[in-house]
């Protein structure tokens, strides 16, 4: 197999993807070590190249021609490719760390650019650019280039008519593609590993089989890749799967092409004892009556009393449908991609309509944004009765055909492909939209039919071309309406409006949260316990979790940075409801997960609440030099207010510019800027993890806790900032 040209390089994208031929990468240590290059917990404001965990111990093999060649440190400590010898060859062993290096620890060096073309090796240095490099995904060769970090154009590639590695065109054809599709072996295909319990989660654990499958045999399997949907109904949980043969087919789904499925599945759980048991059993199978229809991409309650179901299945090749389940059977409301006749008495039908997205109940009507990337993206909605029912005498009606684009033919270049999410805030339906040049935020007040009856209230490309594609995710919280991103280049977003008004939307995470621009998505985002639980998909195994008590936009709690403890391969969180099961018991969080991974298939997880962990880590959203030369992960201007809040003490970032730890009997703690300061002042916690008062350009105070990573309010009342070695600075406080 010769090596394969791209149109493009691009990180690895769930949503987004071409296919094509793939090429092998292999596991070192015969199964004794997890597949666990591209997952590494990187801390934006990590200190002195001290790194939390390594990635795994991989071989970087290239299949040309039939012939692996690994990447190899010759013994004069350059690199190249050469064929693979055996599998525990030092030479050819590799750890992608938590710094973005790529280090051999055999020889105790690191992949080097010593110059815009050529490579060497050198003693590792985690802060030099030089030694940095971006593993991302090429969606059309299926497989993994390596690229420079700070310019994702350049890759390992082949120099032109001879031997070794060089820097060339990441979508030329001399770029070099890896992958790591190695099948698991049997013992870590079967073993289980316990989730891990983090942040303000406790007992977590897996409360189906990985896929729903049960047996061996049956109709239920791990192609089951995506639990898609997630929705409490009366007393029990419905999950609505993505089931996919291969991850080609993983890939390939959002292309509009047919893919190999055994069709979707719909599985109903119940628990007698407050999570402790399930009871699970299949609603439908293969897709209910096409196994073309290959996922429930979506699953809403309507109606008094939430009487029904309505769920959007995605079907490539015919076109998408709307069923409706009562409890007891499910009804076709329309398939095909879309009903026969609407209120212009004209067919909807249109099989480029290949999934709906998002759904939203809004002043008596269904909403339905639809995915069609080939005209448009479509909105429908028809009215309803209080119990759900469609009223007498209306059809479906078109929102808009186009994408609420200002021409009927909207530039197939500048066009919104998709309402990806909608969400009812205060008195407006809004509706959330991928478009390649930036995702766009509509709203409306009536929710009518036609462009003029809506409005648009954020463009992301509207300061200037945008990487932020997609409003992936819409979400009413703490007064507030949040919108997640998807950005495959800097990382996602998160931003706020505590109106929905133009011009009011506000960061409180950015640059992939936490600073790592590997979280690229934020996928999905849910209330839980009175806080919000957010779930960022990645491009590196073993995606995070992250939870607010509100939206101050400064503190959060970390629930996992690996997928709970999931095995390698779990890119996201994909869905999260909470759920009550009734008869007294505490509420529970289930999560849902998502891989594209062969040999894998969807975990689902329960969680409890963990009141006395909730440690509320100061938020440090922004890359280090976003700020000007004080290299602030976040500065907060003096009007902020409160910082951190435990329930017995809090902290206070006032007017006068000073920082205060207090409690119930008052202030416990002060920066000795107390009165010296005013509103001008900045509070910055610094990419090496010192905590910094300014005053006009000056520095005022810090806490000298160089080498931190996160300050916490902890549950016994004392301000801490802690390191990987533990507290590095405290201020000494206690509870009333």
Not at 41 to 59: C, D, K, M, T, Y
Not at 298 to 324: E, H, S, W
Not at 545 to 561: K, N, P, R, W
Request: glycine letters at 12%.
């Amino acid at each position: 197999m010769g090596m394969s040209g791209t149109a493009g390089y691009a990180s690895m994208d769930l949503h987004s993807s071409r296919g094509g031929e793939s090429v092998r990468f292999s596991r070192f240590n015969r199964g004794l070590a997890l597949i666990l290059l591209f997952f590494a917990v990187f801390i934006a404001n990590h200190a002195f190249g001290q790194f939390p965990r390594v990635s795994g111990l991989v071989e970087l093999r290239w299949n040309q021609d039939g012939t692996d060649q690994c990447l190899t440190l010759t013994a004069g400590g350059d690199v190249t490719l050469e064929r693979c010898g055996a599998i525990d060859e030092p030479s050819h062993i590799w750890v992608y760390r938590a710094d973005f290096t790529l280090h051999n620890p055999e020889a105790d060096v690191c992949l080097y650019r010593f110059s815009p073309r050529h490579l060497a090796t050198a003693r590792c240095d985690g802060n030099d650019p030089n030694q940095k490099w971006w593993i991302g995904y090429d969606a059309q060769a299926l497989a993994y280039k390596i690229s420079r970090f700070d310019d994702r154009n350049r890759c390992l590639g082949v120099p032109k008519g001879g031997p070794g590695l060089r820097i060339t065109r990441c979508a030329g054809e001399r770029a070099v593609a890896f992958d790591f599709s190695v099948p698991d072996p049997p013992d870590l295909l079967t073993g289980n590993i316990p989730p891990q319990d983090t942040g303000t989660l406790r007992n977590i654990r897996e409360i189906v089989p990985e896929g729903f499958k049960f047996s061996p045999r049956g109709n239920t399997n791990l192609h089951n890749k995506y639990v898609w949907s997630l929705v409490q109904y009366k007393n029990a949980v419905l999950v609505g799967t993505l089931n996919a043969a291969t991850k080609k087919d993983v890939y390939e789904f959002t292309e509009g092409v047919a893919i190999n499925s055994d069709g979707a599945q719909v599985w109903k759980g119940t628990t007698p004892d407050g999570g402790k048991t399930w009871k699970w059993k299949p609603l439908f199978n293969n897709g209910l009556f096409d196994k073309d229809n290959f996922g429930v991409r979506k699953m809403i309650t309507c109606g008094d009393n939430d009487r029904y179901i309505l769920a959007v299945y995605m079907n490539n090749k015919d076109g998408f449908g709307l069923l409706r389940y009562d409890g007891k059977k499910w009804t076709k409301e329309f398939t095909d991609g879309g009903p026969t006749t609407s209120q212009s008495s004209g067919s909807l039908q249109d099989p480029h309509n290949v999934s709906g997205r998002g759904m939203a109940v809004f002043r008596d009507y269904v909403y339905l944004g639809i995915v069609n990337t080939q005209t448009a993206a479509k909105m429908w909605r028809r009215k309803i009765n209080p119990d759900c029912t469609w009223a007498e005498g209306f059809e479906w009606e078109v929102v808009t055909g186009n994408g609420f684009a200002l021409r009927t033919n909207p530039d197939p270049e500048d066009k919104n492909d998709w309402f990806g999410d909608m969400e009812v805030f205060g008195p407006h339906v809004y509706a959330g939209t991928l478009n390649e040049t930036g995702g766009q935020i509509w709203r409306s007040l009536t929710g009518k039919p036609g462009r003029r009856n809506w409005e648009k209230v954020y463009d992301a490309k509207a300061l200037g071309p945008s990487r932020d594609v997609n409003m992936i995710k819409l979400f009413s919280f703490d007064d507030g309406l949040v919108a997640g991103t998807e950005n495959q280049q800097d990382g996602a977003e998160m931003l706020v409006s505590q109106t929905g008004d133009e011009g009011t939307w506000q960061r409180i995470f950015e640059r992939g949260m936490n600073g790592d621009p590997r979280n690229t998505y934020v996928w999905f985002v849910t209330e839980a316990f009175g806080r919000m639980y957010t779930f960022w998909g990645s491009d590196f195994p073993g995606y995070h979790a992250f939870s607010m008590a509100d939206l101050a936009g400064v503190s959060y709690d970390t629930e996992s940075t690996n997928a709970f403890n999931a095995p390698p391969l779990y890119y996201g969180g994909r869905t999260a409801i909470q759920f009550s099961p009734g008869n007294g018991y505490d509420p529970l969080l289930l999560m849902g997960t998502a891989t594209p991974d062969n040999d894998r298939g969807l975990r689902l997880y329960a969680a409890e609440y963990n009141p006395d962990n909730v440690g509320h880590v100061f938020a440090t959203a922004a890359l280090p030099g976003r700020n000007g030369p004080t290299r602030c992960l976040r500065t907060l201007r003096a009007e902020t207010g409160t910082l951190l809040n435990n329930g017995q003490s809090w902290v206070n970032w006032r007017e006068t510019g000073e920082l205060a730890v207090r409690g119930p009997s008052g202030r416990k703690w002060v920066t000795p800027t107390d009165g010296s300061t005013s509103a001008v002042a900045k509070l910055c916690f610094n990419k090496n993890g010192n905590l910094v008062i300014y005053h006009k350009g000056q520095k005022v105070w810090q806490s000298g806790s160089f080498g931190g990573e996160r300050m916490k309010l902890r549950a016994d009342c004392n301000l801490v900032i802690a390191g990987s070695n533990g507290v590095i600075w405290s201020s000494g406080t206690t509870c009333d």
